[in-house]
């Protein structure tokens, strides 16, 4: 039973978003930016660092609204959002697991979490305080919080950021063999190409500030043969088609 | 005598040896060591220069008993922390809703500036003769004088606050959608908590000697009211007596409330990573 308009996808179009300078000069950070994901896909939005991408996901997740454009998120009645920010962004006055079910509704505050917990290694870190883990632990009780919601869509801001790249290589396998048990719409940042191939469906293509849609490509390959071979080949094939990226 | 018995009996095994130098070492005894020799010091100043008006603590503690036997003690003392319960209750909500409200809406803040500036600068005695004045000698202007000069301080350390409030947490409760409740229990409150913390210390010690002010000037009981009928008889040992009696009460007040609480509501700062 799936919930009506369930097959929606995202869909984006923002004409333009401009901050004011501290001088109150008018600054473009977004000019011409739309794609769409389907329904169950993984998509990266890929661009360089301060482009706009950030600023983006603020506008999809109805955090800044001053913006000419619009944009449609997946069952906009019922479905419900998630969201894994560049800071983990834990209220370091509750423990992980009351994190973790406070972003819940009520009627489902005491839902059975085992699962959850269990695949992300935080069974044994429930009742810490997020002044105890590591910004790893963080990161991954930021994700455990995003998908205990089981949203409709699941936005990804640079979850990865600022860890070492082996931490970052194991909640990169966690996050794609959670995902993969309930393939879910998901929007994720990033500026790092290797992150994106291994991780999407699609990776929509960024120019610099102000961020405009360059293209779109299109990872066909099944997520199980993309060994570190194909990778290279994948990063070839989109280095030809995306020159200015390089 | 009794104690020091127990502590040579129990001198020769290692646990009660160990339990000994703890107890030497823990701050309470400490503090217990230091008020005793301040009561012998007084003692013997007392002895020295004998005078009506300069009590030794042994007249001290007899004025004490009279009052206590008396039940004028337990009276005065409860009708007092009653006026300092109220006040401050009164004083806190009032003096955080503002200070919330003007820490979180800048044009407000601006405006009202100038009021609150004006307000932490009145002394307490004009605006408990002015309540008395306006409002007659009752318990509600006694009470709500006592209030008008703690809100400005609490809405001054509210403001700041609100002011350090951090946006990501709200913008998280926004994406996960919080109910209104939720993010006043989970989101705004744990931010003020030492802000409220901070407010609630200074408030008390302020309130209480107002209180006693306001007790002095218009009210027919409480212990300010008792430091000024025996300032007319120049009792000095009863006036004593009641300020050490309070004194008393409000440390308890200190040790079996608010550090608890406290201690309670910052559980999660004393794990460092």
């Known amino acids: 039973m799936r919930p009506v308009g369930a097959d929606t996808p995202l869909k984006v179009d923002i004409a333009e978003k401009t901050f004011r300078s501290a001088q109150g000069l008018p600054v473009a950070a977004i000019r011409g930016l739309s794609f769409e994901v389907p329904q169950g896909e993984f998509a990266c939005m890929l661009g360089p660092s301060g482009c706009g991408k950030t600023t983006t996901v603020r506008i999809l997740l109805g955090l800044d609204r001053e913006f000419t454009g619009t944009f449609q998120l997946p069952t906009p009645s019922e479905g419900r959002v998630a969201a894994a920010f560049q800071e983990p962004t834990l209220l370091p006055w509750r423990t992980l697991e009351q994190n973790v079910r406070l972003a819940l509704p009520h009627e489902r505050r005491d839902r059975d979490l085992e699962g959850l917990f269990e695949s992300l290694g935080l069974t044994a870190m429930r009742s810490l305080y997020p002044s105890e883990l590591s910004l790893g632990l963080a990161r991954r009780a930021a994700l455990a919080r995003a998908f205990a919601v089981d949203p409709a869509i699941l936005f990804l801001d640079e979850p990865f950021v600022s860890l070492d790249e082996r931490t970052a290589q194991r909640l990169r396998h966690l996050l794609l063999a959670i995902w993969s048990g309930k393939p879910t719409t998901a929007l994720m940042v990033t500026h790092n190409l290797r992150e994106a191939l291994m991780l999407s469906d699609r990776i929509i293509v960024l120019s610099s500030r102000p961020a405009r849609t360059l293209g779109t490509f299109f990872v066909r390959l099944p997520r199980s043969r993309r060994s570190p071979q194909a990778m290279n080949d994948l990063e070839r094939s989109f280095h030809a088609e995306f020159p200015e990226m390089a | 005598m009794n104690s020091r018995q127990v502590v040579e009996q129990g001198g020769g095994t290692v646990p009660a040896r160990r339990l000994r130098q703890r107890i030497l070492a823990s701050p309470a005894f400490m503090a217990l060591i230091s008020l005793a020799g301040l009561c012998v010091l007084w003692q013997v100043a007392a002895t020295v220069w004998p005078s009506r008006t300069f009590p030794p603590p042994t007249a001290v503690w007899q004025a004490l008993r009279v009052e206590a036997a008396s039940g004028a003690l337990a009276f005065n003392l409860s009708v007092t922390l009653m006026r300092v319960v109220a006040a401050y209750l009164l004083a806190m909500t009032i003096g955080s809703a503002i200070g919330i409200a003007l820490g979180t809406h800048r044009r407000a803040d601006r405006f009202f500036d100038p009021w609150v500036v004006l307000f932490i600068n009145i002394p307490a005695l004009v605006v408990i003769v002015l309540a008395y004045v306006w409002f007659g000698l009752n318990e509600a202007a006694a009470v709500c004088a006592v209030a008008v000069n703690k809100i400005p301080n609490v809405v001054v350390t509210m403001r700041e606050g609100a002011r350090a409030l951090d946006p990501r947490y709200m913008e998280m409760a926004r994406v996960y959608r919080f109910s209104a409740l939720d993010r006043l229990h ?28 306001v007790e002095l000037l218009g009210r027919p009981n409480g212990v300010g009211f008792q430091i000024h009928l025996h300032f007319q008889l120049f009792d000095v040992a009863a006036i004593l007596a009641y300020t050490l009696a309070f004194v008393a009460v409000m440390l308890l007040v200190e040790f079996v409330l608010v550090q608890p609480v406290e201690r309670h509501a910052t559980r999660w700062r004393r794990h460092p990573a």
């Open chain 2, 186 to 213: 989970h989101i705004l409150l744990p931010q003020l908590q030492p802000y409220f913390a901070a407010a609630s210390r200074s408030g008390i010690a302020l309130i209480w000697k107002i209180v006693l002010v």
